[in-house]
């Protein structure tokens, strides 16, 4: 799968690229422990830390970074960044704009009186023929002062100009400066095919499968780990 991000020529050396979300893990998955005593289990067990799939869903994809750092006081936001004149017309110079609440009205993303945000792009991104763009929330970022809204978007049709990229700002009492450099959406291709479901009770092959499996399972832990985790990952 090849991914091509391109900017305004002006930008090539300013901004921060977009890279593998792995790049982009928090801190504290971090300095997690990785078994924590449990009161109810009377030892200790392990964490998030060490499930693979909450880790693999963090690193899956590219995550797109924020451009430049951003100031947050008071409700208001704002910016000092110069951008030198640019080639292409109609293109962003402000980090980040915002949606009337209007439109969200009506859905469970209004929440009250949330203001939703526009994370401008500054890259275009082309995937391949036949695949679209999943665009998410950070995976288990709630840390992050905002949650992005989920979009899909046929970047394999549509990527002459940048996507942007709308979140509900979720914490009015956040201060403090959002970072250059930090992930601001997780992205990854889908392919863009007709799914085919069946549903069917198991087979008597299936139900010994099972058994095996859920035996392997409860006699210790890391069978998914060291039988069934993929070695080579997207992103």
């Known amino acids: 799968m090849n991914i091509t991000f391109r900017c305004d020529p002006s930008l090539i050396d ?16 971090r300095q997690m422990a990785p078994r924590v005593p449990s009161s109810l289990h009377r030892r200790a067990i392990r964490t998030v830390k060490q499930c693979p799939p909450f880790v693999d869903a963090m690193t899956h994809g590219f995550t797109v970074l924020l451009p430049c750092d951003v100031t947050v006081a008071a409700g208001k936001f704002s910016w000092d960044w110069s951008l030198p004149p640019l080639a292409t017309y109609g293109h962003p110079r402000a980090p980040l704009s915002f949606h009337v ?17 526009k994370f401008n792009s500054f890259w275009t991104i082309e995937l391949e023929m036949g695949w679209s763009l999943m665009v998410v929330h950070p995976v288990n ?4 002062p905002f ?18 990229f709308p979140a509900v700002w ?3 009492d956040f201060a403090g400066v959002l970072p250059r450099g930090m992930p601001i959406a997780q992205c990854y291709p889908v392919p863009r095919e007709t799914l085919t479901i069946v549903c ?3 087979s008597a092959a ?19 780990r060291k039988g069934f985790r993929a070695k080579q990952r997207a992103g």
């Open 170 to 172: 979720s914490d009015p």
């Open 101 to 117: 609440p209007e439109q969200i009205a009506g859905s469970p993303l209004a929440q009250g009186q949330h203001s939703v945000i």
């Open 200 to 202: 069917e009770a198991m």
């Open 147 to 164: 949650r992005l809204v989920t979009g899909l978007v046929d970047a394999d049709r549509f990527n002459e100009v940048g996507i942007n």
């Open 14 to 29: 300013l901004l921060p690229s977009p890279v593998p979300a792995r790049a982009t893990l928090p801190e504290w998955l």
């Open 141 to 144: 970022r709630d840390d992050l």
């Open 206 to 224: 299936h139900v010994s499968r099972y058994d095996a499996l859920a035996e392997t399972i409860l006699s210790g832990p890391g069978a998914y």
